[in-house]
């Protein structure tokens, strides 16, 4: 199954790092936030991925080009003209980047790079929010209901928008950011169907808009609940504030040994 992930947007409200380098880039720990992401998803036996590039793609792209050489001890032979690494890789993942446009919206970034998903069912994520969702059982759940979307669903911290979901876990309207509204809000981490492809319009559709807000209408969207850890990293406090638990050996996002 595929994993699609979003890291393409400017990423203004943490611009203290996002004037150098793309936010999935910004290092929680010694690595990028996107390798987090990753690393998410590959202990749960999900390893091929696609990357929507956009600001700075060019900056994930030579990461992940330069991935083997940075993290290898390795032999330059010049007189052969041959290069030897002398430690496999930490990783065993298929990474396809693709440049979704740097003014693309969300949805348009998932339409641009819906030639690469084969089967009929894959995976959305944000490049730069970390969890300790059960994977395996975020799927399991989206194949039993029969519909096209899932959405992990996490409690809000009072300045997301929100998901009303009835006791069949069936959601029944997307709003973005209402005023003085507490629920549960988009987590990201969704399990998708093909068909939700023709949901989003083009490049300047917002997948947390209409896209959303229509499969919510058409009663194809499901919420998967999560009340474990959940966290964005959407500015400077936030990201202190993942390196603070990093550090303190103790991330709870770290579900891999």
Not at 135 to 147: M, P, T, Y
Not at 214 to 238: N, V
Request: a neutral charge.
């Amino acid at each position: 199954m595929k994993v699609v992930i979003l890291a393409g947007g400017f990423g203004t409200r943490l611009s203290e790092e996002t004037d150098v380098r793309p936010k999935p880039l910004v290092e929680i720990g010694g690595r990028p936030i996107l390798w987090h992401v990753m690393k998410i998803y590959a202990e749960h036996g999900l390893n091929d991925f696609i990357i929507c590039c956009g600001y700075k793609g060019s900056s994930i792209k030579s990461y992940f080009a330069n991935y083997l050489l940075e993290s290898s001890n390795v032999v330059f032979n010049f007189k052969s003209n041959s290069t030897a690494y002398l430690s496999s890789s930490d990783i065993d993942w298929k990474v396809t980047l693709v440049d979704t446009g740097l003014e693309t919206m969300t949805g348009g970034r998932l339409r641009r790079v819906g030639e690469f998903i084969d089967g009929d069912t894959f995976c959305l994520t944000y490049g730069d929010g970390v969890s300790n969702v059960d994977i395996r059982a975020l799927v399991a759940f989206h194949a039993s209901h029969g519909k096209a979307a899932t959405v992990t669903a996490v409690p809000s911290p009072g300045r997301f928008g929100i998901l009303d979901i009835e006791n069949n876990q069936s959601v029944s309207r997307f709003h973005e950011k209402p005023d003085n509204e507490m629920g549960w809000i988009n987590g990201g981490f969704f399990v998708l169907n093909r068909k939700v492809l023709q949901y989003v319009d083009g490049d300047r559709s917002i997948w947390e808009r209409q896209p959303l807000e229509r499969l919510a209408a058409d009663g194809e969207l499901r919420a998967f609940r999560h009340t474990g850890f959940w966290r964005p990293m959407d500015t400077l406090r936030d990201k202190r504030e993942l390196e603070d638990l990093w550090a303190s050996g103790k991330a709870p996002w770290k579900t891999w040994p």
